[in-house]
Structure formats: structure tokens, C-alpha cells
Nanobody, 114 residues
Framework: QVQLVESGGGLVQPGGSLRLSCAAS????????MGWYRQAPGKQRELVAA??????VIAPSVKGRFTVSRDSARNTLYLQMDSLKPEDTAVYYC?????????WGKGTLVTIST
């Protein structure tokens, strides 16, 4: 029933910026938590950032560089990525938690390279 569609991925040079978007098919206010995960080649999927109505959590590896936000009017989750590093290269996935029921987007590829 719920669909999450990511966009905004691409190729960017180290030190550059990208803004990822996750459009939900319904009201994002219905979810307990929304967030971004990423999976690099040969590695496990890891949490990048998550947001609720009262708090946010940012992975130590991206703290100070990435910002997660949400726009309820547009039913969209965002991930602003600044000062990008080669190690940020991964497929980024949008995630939503409906009180124990998990929804995932198909992912968008982010490549940081010269």
C-alpha cells in the first residue's frame, strides 16, 4: 500500500553536495520514524539518519555533514549531503516504520569520485 520513491542521486566530486528526496504515497505524519540507510559494495546496510516528530539521529560518520528533514505538506523526506567524501559512495534507501511494519524504497545510487 505504501510506496517510497527516492530521487536525487548521481555523481559528484569530493567536497560537493547532493540533496536526496523520498516521496511517499501517503501522509508521512502517519509513520513513527522515517530515515535514510545506505549500502556500499561489500558492506552491510547501515543507518545514516532518522527523524521523528521530536528528535533526529545522525550516524557519527556523517554528523556535521548530512542533515535530515521532512516536509509534511509534500509528503517528502530529504537528506541534504554536504562535504561529500568517497566513502559516502553507496546506494541510499528511504525507510519508513509504521509501528513495526517497515517500508523501503528501491534506492538511489550516490557516487563520489573525481
Amino acid at each position: 500500500q505504501v510506496q517510497l520513491v527516492e530521487s536525487g542521486g548521481g555523481l559528484v566530486q569530493p567536497g560537493g553536495s547532493l540533496r536526496l528526496s523520498c516521496a511517499a504515497s501517503g501522509s508521512i505524519d502517519s509513520f513513527r520514524t522515517m530515515g535514510w540507510y545506505r549500502q556500499a559494495p561489500g558492506k552491510q546496510r547501515e543507518l545514516v539518519a532518522a527523524i521523528t516528530t521530536i528528535t533526529t539521529v545522525i550516524a557519527p560518520s556523517v554528523k556535521g555533514r548530512f542533515t535530515v528533514s521532512r516536509d509534511s505538506a509534500r509528503n517528502t523526506l530529504y537528506l541534504q549531503m554536504d562535504s561529500l567524501k568517497p566513502e559516502d559512495t553507496a546506494v541510499y534507501y528511504c525507510h519508513a516504520d509504521y509501528y513495526g511494519v517497515n517500508y523501503w524504497g528501491k534506492g538511489t545510487l550516490v557516487t563520489i569520485s573525481t
